[in-house]
């Protein structure tokens, strides 16, 4: 039941308690042949976008729900036919990651979500199975933190005739509250309060810069290419393997657009 209901939501996460229709998203996502999905995926990594402090903010959840409970879980105890009816919200809980014991809120950070079940039902936070949902999280970010989100999810299932829930917290996104600016922990002018990189970093070495002009750029790249293929007393081998490859191409590439200090 516990993984009947992790897909059942992770697909509300944005399913807070907001009902307007200021910043309601659209259930508009392409799951391909999929009958269950969610995105972002956290099972693949994926996360919300970081907020910067005072900066509108928006992100979007998308929801798909299987029309029938073994679906989500074919070890699940139901007949193949038992549907999926519904997922609902209860809760959900930011959990501040310096500090597990210390709890917040959406709106306490400013931030809310606004949940569109399609009209599907009186509570704008109530999912059905079989259908496509979205919700958004907006509003202006005024609290600097790396939050776990908690989200606390009934799910509803038909047993013998009688309605089933059960309730269930998940703990799968990362939500970022920050400043803009150099995210890169190796420059000189590194921000650990960065959420979002605005471009400025700054390197302590001018590592990639092979045309001394403290920076690297297109024209590092065309020195590389010019001398493509050195084998000895390469001026361009920048990974110290002897000779100009594409080796010396991917590590200039790693660090292309940066200044050096």
């Not at 000189?188 to 750029?217: I, K, M, Q, R, Y």
């Not at 081998?237 to 790693?254: A, K, N």
Request: with cysteine; net charge negative.
């Amino acid at each position: 039941m516990k993984h009947f209901l992790n897909v059942c939501l992770t697909a509300s996460l944005a399913v807070c308690l907001g009902s307007s229709a200021m910043g309601q998203c659209t259930a508009d996502y392409d799951f391909g042949d999929l009958t269950l999905g969610v995105s972002p995926n956290p099972e693949l990594g994926e996360t919300f976008d970081p907020g910067v402090l005072g900066l509108p903010y928006e992100d979007i959840l998308h929801i798909l729900l299987p029309q029938y409970v073994l679906d989500i879980d074919s070890t699940l105890p139901f007949s193949p036919t038992t549907p999926l009816d519904s997922a609902s919200l209860s809760n959900i809980v930011l959990v501040d990651l310096s500090d597990t014991l210390s709890t917040t809120t959406l709106g306490a950070v400013g931030l809310q979500v606004n949940c569109n079940n399609n009209g599907d039902s009186g509570n704008t936070c109530s999912f059905l199975g079989g259908n496509q949902y979205c919700a958004s999280i907006t509003g202006t970010p005024m609290v600097q933190g790396s939050y776990r989100v908690d989200i606390y999810v009934n799910g509803w299932v038909t047993v013998f005739g009688f309605p089933f829930s059960q309730e269930e917290v998940f703990g799968s996104f990362v939500l970022n509250l920050g400043e803009s600016g150099c995210t890169d922990e190796a420059a000189v002018n590194f921000n650990p309060n960065a959420v979002l990189d605005d471009g400025s970093c700054v390197l302590d070495t001018c590592f990639g810069d092979v045309n001394g002009d403290n920076s690297v750029t297109v024209g590092d790249l065309l020195e590389i290419l010019a001398e493509f293929g050195c084998t000895e007393g390469c001026s361009t081998d920048i990974s110290g393997d002897g000779s100009t490859t594409v080796s010396d191409l991917l590590e200039l590439l790693s660090v292309f657009g940066a200044s050096c200090g």
